[in-house]
């Protein structure tokens, strides 16, 4: 004689979806607290879309990233905008100067 399994009733209709889907993100991108983990466990495991929510949104992320090619930016680009970046540091502090100097001597 077997015994009788025990059938999981999933939930239908999610009552707070929206907030649902917002953990879902913070789940994947790994900003969820340890008690947002905690409830989003408990509560995938009987709420049907939420389930088809979260499998949906990890392959298209999973996806993402895997058609994204990620290139590093050359050596010489990066040179060039620390060059211009540091004159235009300079122009700015010459023309704090230059304002500075102006109001002392030409204004009241």
Known sequence: MSS???????KQHC???QKCMEMIQAVLD?????EEME???SH??????CIE??????SIKEGLRNKIERKC???KTIDLLKVKIGISLVTVGF????????KLFFLP
């Open 4 to 10: 009788p399994q025990k059938v999981e009733v999933k």
């Open 15 to 17: 009552e707070n979806h």
């Open 30 to 34: 790994g900003s969820a607290s340890p």
């Open 39 to 41: 409830h989003f466990k």
């Open 44 to 49: 995938i495991d009987e709420c049907l879309p």
């Open 53 to 58: 929510g979260y499998e949906l949104e990890k």
């Open 73 to 75: 930016c050359p050596q």
């Open 95 to 102: 023309l704090v100067v230059e304002i500075k100097l102006f």
